[in-house]
């Protein structure tokens, strides 16, 4: 699980864990299917996050949800960004907007960063875009985002090659 978080003395914390590929039957009536190597298609991954303060649970997702490919690479890669100072800000609205994060530098003279994240609630139980549900304010350094866009990469390589060498045969 990838956590964004401070430490213990400040314990908000944004937690992503990345499951699996989201995985079609080539017999269900789909434009997205799982295809041989180099052939046009969108790759999923199923995900789950929760929102903690402290012990507690805020809010922990209510059913897996799926992320495209190239938006955990985009925010993996603007984190990593973020972190070594060659960015200010990051805001991540995915194309399936089931969470929003914004991260941007307090200011120019601080290595504190403000974090806004929340989770779309009513997408969580009725795949309905509200747009709005329970969220944390908080504040982590570059070491923190760091850390999370690390932990990201590890959850994202851990779920292994999308197509394995049976399926390229």
């Excluded at 999923?44 to 996050?49: A, E, L, Q």
């Excluded at 938006?71 to 890669?77: A, F």
């Excluded at 139980?125 to 990201?152: K, M, N």
Aim: glycine content about 6%; some cysteine; aromatic content about 12%.
């Amino acid at each position: 699980m990838a956590t964004l978080t401070h430490d213990a003395e400040y314990p908000c914390a944004f937690e992503l864990k990345l499951l699996d590929w989201e995985r079609y039957s080539p017999n269900e009536d789909t434009d997205i299917k799982t295809v041989r190597s180099g052939e046009a298609y969108t790759l999923w991954v199923k995900y789950c996050m929760d929102l903690r303060v402290g012990d507690s649970i805020l809010y922990k997702s209510a059913k897996e949800t799926t992320l495209v490919l190239e938006d955990i690479k985009r925010l993996i890669e603007e984190l990593q960004q973020l972190a070594d100072g060659s960015k200010d800000e990051v805001a991540f609205d995915p194309i399936e907007p089931d969470f929003g994060l914004v991260i941007r530098h307090l200011s120019e003279s601080s290595s504190v960063f403000d974090v806004d994240v929340w989770i779309d609630f009513p997408n969580q139980v009725s795949h309905f875009y509200g747009g709005y549900g329970p969220g944390l304010y908080f504040w982590v350094d570059a070491s923190d985002i760091e850390r999370f866009a690390s932990q990201l990469g590890a959850e994202l390589h851990a779920i292994g090659a999308y197509i394995t060498e049976k399926e390229e045969r």
